[in-house]
């Protein structure tokens, strides 16, 4: 199953849906050697929002993809307004929209705790890397705590090259 | 050559933990010379390659 994150990260722009890169991706981002099958960006949530991942992603043919019987994002319409996270497949890969980031907070602490990155294909916000070091101490499983040690060491590179600044 | 990592003399008190853990820090300074979006399409080209690996070891499974 194919997973392209640049095409994902294009589309979720285009919608308009404000969000911020969090999880895997944002850890590559940041420095860090190690591989992630998903795109996981935090956003607001609310029917309207709910509505513009859908219009990114609705050729897509995407899912609930944690539901048993992987609902089609499509026929569950009538709970847009009630949902606070959605974990979707899509036929380019992969995509977590989450409501909030544990060890961080809401959407608003979340875009707060961000650094816009300029890229050829437009721009994004990436949780920074305090913020992306509290969200994996967190999260607490083993790939995250891999994760936090590659970030620390990163930091820490940062921290040495702002001392001779 | 093979020769084992080289610590930096500026290493600091959590890469050097690193390397202890056992984590090829050769991988982290090769990605901080690249910039973001480098970084990213690097890991594209990586996550290409692994899916058509597994899909393949996949193919394998079911003959």
New interface residues.
């Given amino acids: 199953m194919a997973q392209n994150d640049q095409a994902l990260l294009t589309r979720l722009k285009a919608s308009g849906l404000d969000f911020v890169v969090i999880g895997g991706v944002c850890v590559v981002y940041h420095g860090v050697p190690l591989a992630t099958f998903d795109l996981d960006v935090c956003c607001p949530f609310g029917e309207a929002n709910v509505r513009k991942i859908e219009s990114a992603v609705k050729d897509l043919h995407p899912v609930h993809r944690l539901t048993a019987n992987k609902l089609p994002l499509e026929e569950t319409r009538s709970s847009f307004g009630s949902l606070k996270n959605v974990y979707l497949q899509t036929d380019l890969g992969k995509l977590d929209c989450l409501g909030e980031v544990a060890g961080v907070g809401n959407f608003d602490e979340v875009k707060r705790q961000s650094v816009v990155s300029k890229f050829s294909y437009g721009e994004f916000r990436f949780l920074n890397l305090d913020a992306l070091i509290a969200a994996k101490k967190a999260a607490g499983r083993e790939r995250d705590r891999e994760a936090v040690r590659w970030l620390e060491c990163i930091k820490e590179k940062h921290d040495q090259q702002k001392e001779l600044f | 050559m093979n020769g084992e990592y080289v610590m930096p003399p500026?290493a600091?008190?959590?890469?050097r933990?690193?390397v202890k853990?056992g984590?090829?820090?050769s991988?982290?300074e090769?990605?901080?010379k690249?910039t973001?979006?480098q970084?990213?399409?690097e890991?594209?080209r990586?996550?290409d390659f692994?899916?058509e690996v597994q899909e393949a070891g996949q193919t394998h499974g079911t003959k």
Avoid: K
Wanted: glycine share 4%; no cysteine; hydrophobic share 55%.
């Fill in positions: 500026d600091g008190p959590a890469w933990a690193a853990y984590f090829d820090m991988l982290v090769e990605s901080l690249l973001p979006e970084r990213l399409a890991h594209q990586v996550l692994l899916i």
